[in-house]
């Protein structure tokens, strides 16, 4: 396998004098599977009957993106007798000699710190790290009270706002930290044509943090839409699904999207604005309109806001096939971007709300985190929901399906 210079860093790292190592920088530049490897073989190294911590934003993504790519190496096979213990969430490395217990641990909100509250850690490995908030961080680092233990950290860039890059990032010599910044091309194993790739996948605020690396501001419009984006004719065939973003007073929003294999048209739309008009509808009266909106089609699912209980029961009474919405904002409106300029997402002409949402929707620049700002926001959601509910789906069966 070929390794750059700062992947050889990576491994180097627990040799050096330094407590801390914060890996920052791009997608896909190699950090993630060298923090794993140098992690564990620091620890067996080192240490025998202790504990690790490994850290991610959530349980099930840390193991989908630390745990079981390392368990599947021929490098970790060779080298230790490796038992995963799924239910536990611990992983039980030995070599003979040594052995240590490494537990996966998730952040994914202000309550998680109470998860590894109490844990005597000789180390941690933080993945995603400016995922997790920093009372989970702390909780972990503070947890590594064995004699020589490191602190393991591993990022995407976010907002320069963001409590980690200026505690940690900005100030390594604070903590005793060395920092390495990664980019697309010090991962040796990606060829040109996939660095390529990568980088006509992102514009904006995405492209700064995922392809150069950078702490930026998310600014100005939030998506890159324009008239490539709009289409005055609409699929003859496909799977039919309706979005909703709910709203009583605040507007209300429908699409109904036509599905081919991995791409979609919102061929028509519902939208009424209740402070606009000064009337509000009774959950009953929008059951009346997406009935209206789907007359004539055969709707496999109906995708709504996970907050709008009642409309949810009404829309099931109605004899339609509710799923809650995926509402995740940020990684929805990455996607969303993503697949727009992959020409992926199209919208009718005929969606005008939509169409002019997009141009107004915009970043919220005085907001310390990432925020979009809370108008011109109703299409821009139940298109969001569409996305990460339904198409991101679509997406993972159609390249499993070529593998």
Known sequence: ????????????FPYTKYDALIADGAIRSGKTVFMMLSFVDDAMRRYNNQRFGICGKTVDSTVKNLIMPYISLTYAKDKYRIQWKRTDKILVVSDGRHENIFEVFGGKDESSFSLIQGRTLAGVLLDEVALQPRSFVE???ARCSVDGSKLWFNCNPASPQHWFYNEWVCQPEKHNAIRLHFLLEDNPSLSQRIIDRYKSMYTGVFYNRYILGEWCVAEGLVYDFGEDNIVDEVPENGEYYISIDYGTMNPFSAGLWCLVGGSAVRVKEFYYNGRKTGVQRTDEQYCDDIEALANGYNIKRVIVDPSAASFITALRNRKFSVVKANNDVFDGIRRTAEFLRE?????HRSCTDCIAEFGLYRWDEKASTDTVIKEN??????VRYFVNTVLKNKQKKAYISIM
């Open 1 to 12: 396998m070929p390794i750059s210079e700062k992947q050889r860093k990576i491994l180097a």
């Open 139 to 141: 909780q972990a680092c």
């Open 343 to 347: 020409g992926k997402i199209k919208i």
């Open 377 to 382: 926001d109703h299409a821009m959601d139940d």
